[in-house]
């Protein structure tokens, strides 16, 4: 007779159970895809995204947006600039050619939503209300044209307005992705959830910028982008520690995990669940890859469940 334990066996043995409820919506484990570092097609195509905890998309606006210049990737020391500029095709096309391939997998689905103005993000979230996703992730970071191009996510009192325009206009479970290109990201945390989120997630790239000294020039035509991967870990850490003692809210860590044990610390820094974003870049598995590590950890450190995954109390 073969023996086989086989994840579902292991896991009741040990009665290890990863899944996390995040904002009402039940996630069979606690990750995700970081927004626009994963595509259904691409990644589908290596391995069964089942196995997530949920999918996360790129961010969707209400029309087509073109995206910046090239080049708009650089590579860092431990790292990445992007300047993609959000490209994408608009909440028409994204509804009717990927949602019906993300809807394909049993697990739940973020939309991450981006706009210029608060009318088009609350007119790119009526659309998305319609369908049956399961969460909205606003990605905060967007430069609001009607405010001399000052990102959302870095004034209170403007991400507040957002957060509660969008509140009144949908009953989907709605996240806020901040900014970490503050003094203090606890001063925002704070004003949206006054104004409504259900849930944050935290961080998104910082600001940052390469010159290639001999063409005395910045190496991405937008000159400065997003700063990504293992080389701002530290910096999303402290985020996300600082933030869990701000709010009540849950909480989506990420920034630079690579490896199942930066899942952890993540977790005990105060995350609920961790997207995983860079490191699909590299290979597109790492997410499966991750949750498998995380999964190893609670076996070997004796976890029954992510709850218990946190720092001792000093
Ligand atoms: C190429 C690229 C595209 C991204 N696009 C988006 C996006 O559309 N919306 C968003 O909220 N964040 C976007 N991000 C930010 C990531 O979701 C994530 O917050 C950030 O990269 C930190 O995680 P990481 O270090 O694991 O990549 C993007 C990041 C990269 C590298």
Redesign the pocket.
Known sequence: MDLYFGEGMLSGMNNLDMSVNIAGVKWKNPITT????FSVRESGAFYDLSELGAL?T??VSYEEWEGTATPR?AETYG??L?S?G?Q?KGVGPFIEEELPLLKKYDTPIIV?V?GKTIEEYCRVVERLSETDIDML?L?I?CPNIKEGGISFGTEPKMAFSLVEKVRKITKKALIV?LSPNVTDITEIARSVEAAGADCL?L???LLGMRIDVAKRKAVLANRVG?L???A??PV?LRMVYEVRRAVNLPIIG????MTGEDAVEFLMAGADAI?????S?IDPTAPLRIKNELREFMLEYNYKSIKEIELLEE
Do not use: D
């Open positions: 970081a927004s626009g570092t996360t790129k961010g990737i790292g990445m992007n993609i959000l994408n991450n981006v992730e990605n970071s992705k997630s961080i998104n790239t997003g990504s991967g293992p701002i870990k999303a990420m920034g630079g995990i997207s995983v974003g860079t490191a870049l």
